[in-house]
């Protein structure tokens, strides 16, 4: 029940191609939604993150739409840049004690051809 | 310029040595975490902590042991207990579960563990 399930693992488009990214989750105390965005050799870096409170949260090109009910996030990043290549995380937590501690999918790596 | 540090960047050990981890941050943040990546696994967590002097076992502790007597540091130590120890450790921090609703973390840029 603590798990975030990440899809597709590898994605591969072309640029100005719309990726997408999905999650889904068990726990229903889940009610804080990272991504993270990671380069090769590099730490992960905080993207855009969303609470359950809104169906969609824009930042830039970078779009994660919510459903609660279904239990699934997403991440869509519309006209995408070789630049954006790189390995996409998502996780949840939920808030209050050491239930806080962030659960991470396992990635998708992203390659944007020129 | 604040931030977390870790170091080395690139770690090499013989199989059978300790080794210790550095993770430094000038962020203020209460929590601070250890977590281990291999390709395909994600990140899996080692060990947290919320507060100085007080941590707590992750998923994946076997074979690690951290200390936390300054609210700055974080280290993590990889004993000869640890069976797979090659890998990328990256060290977090965020505000504290107590502070703030929601646990924002930020990650530092990685040690590379290599056994030999």
């Known amino acids: 029940q603590q798990q975030v399930k990440q899809s597709p693992q590898s994605l591969i488009v072309q640029k100005g191609g719309i990726p997408i990214i999905n999650c889904a989750y068990e726990?229903?105390?889940?009610?804080?939604f990272p991504w993270y965005q990671q380069f090769p050799g590099k730490g992960p870096a905080l993207l855009i993150a969303i609470r359950p409170d809104v169906s969609e949260k824009k930042e830039g090109r970078f779009t994660i739409s919510f459903n609660k009910s279904a239990k699934q996030f997403s991440l869509h990043i519309m006209d995408s840049q070789p630049g954006d290549s790189a390995t996409y995380f998502c996780a949840a937590s939920s808030s209050g004690g050491s239930q806080g501690n962030l659960i991470f999918g396992k990635g998708t790596k992203l390659s944007v051809k020129p | 310029d604040g931030g977390i540090t870790q170091s080395p960047k690139y770690l090499f050990r013989k199989e059978g040595q300790n080794v210790t981890l550095s993770c430094e941050q000038n962020l203020n943040h209460d929590a601070m975490y250890w977590y281990r990546q291999d390709p395909g696994q994600g990140l899996r967590l080692i060990y947290y902590s919320q507060i100085v002097n007080d941590f707590q076992k992750g998923d994946i502790a076997e074979g690690y042991s951290v200390s936390r007597e300054k609210k700055e540091s974080f280290p993590l130590t990889v004993t000869s207990a640890q069976k797979n120890p090659t890998a990328f450790y990256l060290c977090?921090?965020?505000?504290?579960?107590?502070?703030?609703?929601?646990?924002?973390?930020?990650f530092g840029p990685g040690t590379r563990l290599t056994v030999l």
């Open positions: 977090a921090s965020s505000i504290s579960v107590g502070r703030a609703r929601y646990n924002e973390q930020f």
């Open positions: 726990n229903t105390a889940f009610d804080y």
